[in-house]
Each structure stands twice: as C-alpha cells, then as structure tokens.
C-alpha cells in the first residue's frame, strides 16, 4: 500500500513476491525512517489459521510512525492487510506445533531526495515466511553478556519504537556478547549503566519463587506484546507479577542468595527462553541452576497453548482467520 502526501493511502496490491528497486537518492538509504513488526500466524486444531493480538502489532506500527516522523496506517488497515496475506497464504501454515507463519510488516520512504526532512511518500509491505519452532531439540538457556559499553537507547531516543536504526545501533554489541561466549545481549538503561533494560529481541522477566517483575516501560524499551500478554496470563494463574526496577546488583545479589529463582526472556521469535547465565565486566554467575526453571516452562506452555488453539482464548487474543 502506497502513502503520498495530499493523497493518503492508495493503491493496496497484493502482488508475488519480488525485489523492490530502489533509487540510489532513496531517503530511507539515507536517514532511515524504516519501521517494522513481526507476528505469527498459527494452525489451530480444527485446521483454521489464527494470527495472535494483531491489533497490538497494528497500534505498536502506528505509535512507531509517529515516532519517525511517518504516516499512520489506520489499525483496521493494517490487519485487514495481514489478513489478506495469510489468507492467500494458508497452505504455508505449518500444520501443527510450535511452527508458525511469521509476518512481517515494513514501511519505509520512497521520495527521491538529498536534505532531511521527512519524505512525501512511503511503501507499507507485509511479506510472510513459515518459521520452526525457535527450539526443535527442547528448550535450551540461553547466555547472555551485559552490555556495559553501549547502550540501545537513551531517554528521548527512539528505545519504544521498532524502527530500523535501533537494530543497526546494536550489531556492534551482538558481536561483543558473542566474542564472550555468549548468545545474547542484555542491555542497560543509559544513563546509569545499572537498570536492566531488555535483551536484543526480547523483553525480560524476573521470577522470585511465586513472585514475578518485569522491567518498567520507560520509554526506552519495547513494549513487548509477549511481555504484556505474560502480566495477564501470570495474574491468571496466581503469580503476584509487577512491573518495576531490577539493578544489575539486585540480579547479582538475588541470584547469590538464591531469592531469584529464575529469570526468562520473551518475544514472538522464541516465545519465552530461559536465561542460564550471565557474564559482565564485573563478574559471571549462573542463573538459579543454570536450567529451565519451572514457572518459566508453565508460563510458556500457557501462552503457547493459547497461540496454538490447545487451550481457550479466555482473552479474546486470537484473531480467527477461517
Ligand atoms: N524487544 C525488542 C528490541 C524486540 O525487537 C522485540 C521483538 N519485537 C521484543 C522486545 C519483543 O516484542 P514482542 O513480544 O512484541 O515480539
């Protein structure tokens, strides 16, 4: 779907999939106002297909616009779009499992220019692709590597908003964290270099036995729909769960005095992972016994049970597609 200025969105088209050409003066090269999102869409038992908390994607979508300075693609526009995509599709939904279609829906600037400013013409596209499940040999923890150096995003950035530029800024960190052995980064707030922020895809969770913290949406992290989809579903099955601060201290100490008892990532990729270890400039530990812990696995099952149709949608989140 096509947006210009004075014109708005025209000329949706659902065409196969084939290379875009892009004008070397193309504004997007140049100052990147490139957004995008990512949800799966799921066979369900009686065969339908299911996409999970669309309109989440879609709000998301359009906060991220605002962000960049980018048209907003109506919320209704935005599923319908996914929607027609599926549909057409459907075959290329795995038939069971943890396996997925996973979609993901872009938008960037088309105008020709050279000055920075925001562009009169954007591309909104959705291209799909099926994914495995994220774990085929059972669910493995994950290491993670504090990053002390650099950060993701700083107070006033662009840290709540999917855009492009926050994946580039953290390539360099990615690598870091595996030159230490390590599979993930862990990111800490700007200005303090103590808070926990997130990981490089994923929202993170705290579990002190019955007793469940997720880092506060500051402003510079992603509001993860997994992350809140897992406040409710927590609540549901009787965990006390907050949003609040976690220092890197706290994570340390919690961890020594055996009073954090888990800790678990969580995104649309992996859908939860536990996290079983921890290196940093100022020390390495383990996370509880280093293996998937329990309250990480149930809370896991539970979401995956709703995303796959083996449990009932008490919230309203699948979105059917026949
Ligand atoms: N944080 C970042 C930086 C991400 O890229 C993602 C993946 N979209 C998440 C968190 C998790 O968000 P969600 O649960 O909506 O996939």
Redesign the pocket.
Known sequence: IKWTEGRGWHDAQLVPYAPLSIDPANMTLHYAQAIF???KAYRQPDGSVATFRPE??AK?FAASARRLAMPELPVETFIEACDVLVRQDKEWVPASGEQSLYLRPFMFATEVGLGVRPSNEYLFVVIASPAGAYFPGGVKPVSVWLSQEYV?AAPGGTGAA?CAG??AA?LVAQAQAAEHGCDQVVWLDAVERNWIE??????LYFVYGNRIVTPSLTGT?????????LLQIAADLGYEVSEGRISVDDWKDGNADGTLTEVFA????AVITPVGSVKSTTGNWTVGDGKPGEVTMRLRKALLDIQTGAAEDTHGWMHRLG
């Open positions: 999102e990512g949800l989440e994607n998301r993701r999917k926050n994946y953290s997130e990981m490089g895809g994923m929202n992290l992603l509001p993860g729909i997994t992350r809140a989809s969580c995104g649309t990729a």
